[in-house]
């Protein structure tokens, strides 16, 4: 069956989401920082929901660890993650203006490669690189909208992960508490609840309702 086209894909997202939010979908840019539990499904979500840029970033590859909650698949062993889900992204959302770029975030080269996006979305494994990336925003580019998530770990309540607005441009999702340092290993099911509160958060932020 042929690929339906640009036309036809949007007029089946504007049935679901309405023409004013589907508009302002289309017309936005939010980068990915991090491409693993948290980012991986995030990219994927903001693509299904017709986001119109997406920047995915990161420079890790896909190793066999990854599977159980990543969104690769096992032939994409070895590869670098933004080849991989850059594949992922085309097949779900074949329009979508899609830049991947294959670095290792830090204080010095984020103002550059995230200056085009309005929304970064932090979806780093790392405490230390989580607090890096939120800290670098926050302070050199406090025009933009962050979405962090913070406490994804183990298996407890699905109620527990929530999303807060920390400061007026600032959003954690998580339970700000599990770890897995403290024993508690990842779980798909729990990180993609928290993957989902990053993107709807985001997905909100582009509709104009900044309130949780």
């Given at each position: 069956m042929p690929i339906p086209t640009r036309?036809?894909?949007y007029a089946a997202l504007e049935e679901r989401h309405g023409r004013e939010l589907q508009k302002k979908l289309s017309e936005a840019s939010v980068a990915v920082c991090g491409l693993g539990g948290l980012g991986s499904n995030i990219a994927i979500a903001l693509a299904r929901a017709g986001v119109g840029r997406l920047h995915i970033l990161d420079f890790d590859i896909v190793d066999i660890s990854n599977l159980n909650r990543q969104q690769y698949f096992p032939e994409q062993l070895g590869m670098y993650k933004t080849d991989a889900l850059y594949d992922t992204l085309s097949r779900i959302a074949p329009y979508c203006d899609i830049q991947k770029d294959?670095?290792?975030?830090?204080?010095?080269?984020?103002?550059?490669l995230l200056e085009k996006e309005s929304i970064i979305c932090e979806a780093f494994d790392k405490a230390d690189q989580k607090a890096m990336l939120v800290n670098c925003v926050l302070e050199n580019m406090p025009e933009k909208y962050l979405v962090a998530g913070s406490g994804m770990a183990g298996i407890g309540s699905s109620n527990t992960i929530t999303t807060k607005r920390i400061t007026k441009r600032f959003y954690l999702c998580g339970d700000g508490t599990s770890d897995v340092e403290d024993g508690m290993g990842l779980v798909a099911s729990r990180v993609l609840i928290c993957a989902a509160h990053q993107a709807n958060a985001v997905i909100r932020i582009i509709a104009g309702k900044y309130e949780i």
């Open positions: 036309e036809e894909i294959c670095v290792k975030l830090d204080e010095n080269n984020i103002p550059g």
